[in-house]
């Protein structure tokens, strides 16, 4: 037996995503307790998982009494339980929780004196705090739900962002080697311009001695041009091995500067990829976090 009281909390608006939120209905209903019908509210909690809202209610109505929740079949009972939000005294909760599609539903009678109900026709006036009451429940865990979804989504869009700033990174390091290696390219040109300067000095120089070290005789002047002619040949060895050096200087910083060059184009394909779904994303969350924030208005 059902009776027809129904209060609508909030409208279903049009679908914006596949989780978009759902209505929350809160019925004056009635609830089966053993071969007994007795007077009871309903309301639905869309999305929630069972284990989850069955714990919070439990939680929820044995919060300030030493009473516990005796769960039979389903079927959920408590004595003595001091819910100020309804009543000022203790009262006896008997309740049930149902999984509809996409939805979870939860009945609760609430007994203030023995077969004395909360319900519309008695007028007695916790019956708009039991509303209130399960109201507040429902909407509170449709909230956690909403608050995960969102909290999900975000964490996607925050690793998109991050990805397109490790990109952006990386393409201003590959800019800065690039500039790197021509500025190092520049250097090693001068200094092959002053080794070359150097290495014609020196064969010059080693060319003289070398004539003019044929013509001498023996004896310590000739020994000493030897000398200078060794030293010489020592002064043109480094100059050789510099050029060397700035040659392979040069080439690895080309290889560098082509490798980056290459590789920049190909970074910006990814950056606005990337771009791409950050804000398809962004579009996501936004819809999520607009679910959430109706969810808290309601």
């Given at each position: 037996?059902?009776l027809?009281?129904?209060?609508?909390?909030?409208?279903?608006?049009?679908?914006?995503?596949?989780?978009?939120?759902?209505?929350?209905?809160?019925?004056?209903?009635?609830?089966?307790?053993?071969?007994?019908?007795?007077?009871?509210?309903?309301?639905?909690?869309?999305?929630?998982?069972?284990?989850?809202?069955?714990?919070?209610?439990?939680?929820?109505?044995?919060?300030?009494?030493?009473?516990?929740?005796?769960?039979?079949?389903?079927?959920?009972?408590?004595?003595?339980?001091?819910?100020?939000?309804?009543?000022?005294?203790?009262?006896?909760?008997?309740?049930?929780?149902?999984?509809?599609?996409?939805?979870?539903?939860l009945?609760?009678?609430?007994?203030?004196?023995?077969?004395?109900?909360?319900?519309?026709?008695?007028?007695?006036?916790?019956?708009?705090?039991?509303?209130?009451?399960?109201?507040?429940?429902?909407?509170?865990?449709?909230?956690?739900?909403?608050?995960?979804?969102?909290?999900?989504?975000?964490?996607?869009?925050?690793?998109?962002?991050?990805?397109?700033?490790?990109?952006?990174?990386?393409?201003?390091?590959?800019?800065?080697?690039?500039?790197?290696?021509?500025?190092?390219?520049?250097?090693?040109?001068?200094?092959?311009?002053?080794?070359?300067?150097?290495?014609?000095?020196?064969?010059?120089?080693?060319?003289?001695?070398?004539?003019?070290?044929?013509?001498?005789e023996?004896?310590l002047?000739?020994?000493?041009?030897?000398?200078?002619?060794?030293?010489?040949?020592?002064?043109?060895?480094?100059?050789?091995?510099?050029?060397?050096?700035?040659?392979?200087?040069?080439?690895?910083?080309?290889?560098?500067?082509?490798?980056?060059t290459?590789?920049?184009?190909?970074?910006?394909?990814?950056?606005?990829?990337?771009?791409?779904?950050?804000?398809?994303?962004?579009?996501?969350?936004?819809r999520?976090?607009e679910?959430?924030?109706?969810?808290?208005?309601?």
């Open positions: 037996m059902k027809k009281i129904t209060v609508l909390l909030f409208a279903l608006l049009p679908l914006i995503a596949v989780n978009a939120q759902k209505p929350i209905v809160l019925s004056e209903d009635s609830i089966q307790i053993g071969r007994s019908y007795i007077p009871s509210l309903s309301v639905t909690i869309p999305e929630a998982d069972f284990d989850v809202v069955l714990k919070g209610w439990i939680n929820e109505i044995e919060s300030g009494t030493k009473s516990k929740v005796v769960n039979e079949n389903g079927e959920m009972s408590i004595f003595g339980a001091r819910i100020r939000k309804i009543d000022a005294g203790d009262i006896n909760v008997y309740s049930k929780l149902v999984s509809l599609d996409s939805m979870l539903q009945f609760a009678s609430f007994e203030v004196r023995k077969d004395e109900y909360i319900e519309s026709a008695t007028g007695n006036p916790a019956f708009v705090s039991a509303q209130e009451f399960m109201k507040e429940f429902a909407k509170n865990k449709y909230i956690d739900v909403a608050s995960s979804q969102a909290d999900a989504e975000e964490k996607k869009l925050k690793d998109l962002q991050k990805e397109l700033s490790s990109l952006e990174s990386e393409k201003s390091r590959m800019q800065k080697n690039i500039q790197s290696n021509n500025s190092r390219i520049s250097s090693e040109n001068e200094s092959i311009i002053l080794q070359n300067n150097e290495l014609n000095t020196v064969n010059a120089a080693i060319a003289e001695q070398n004539r003019m070290f044929i013509t001498m023996e004896g002047a000739k020994d000493e041009l030897e000398k200078q002619i060794k030293e010489l040949e020592k002064r043109k060895k480094r100059a050789e091995m510099n050029l060397k050096k700035a040659d392979k200087k040069i080439d690895k910083a080309d290889t560098s500067i082509d490798q980056a290459g590789d920049i184009p190909r970074n910006e394909r990814m950056q606005e990829k990337v771009k791409e779904q950050i804000a398809a994303q962004d579009a996501v969350y936004q999520y976090a679910k959430l924030k109706k969810i808290r208005a309601y």
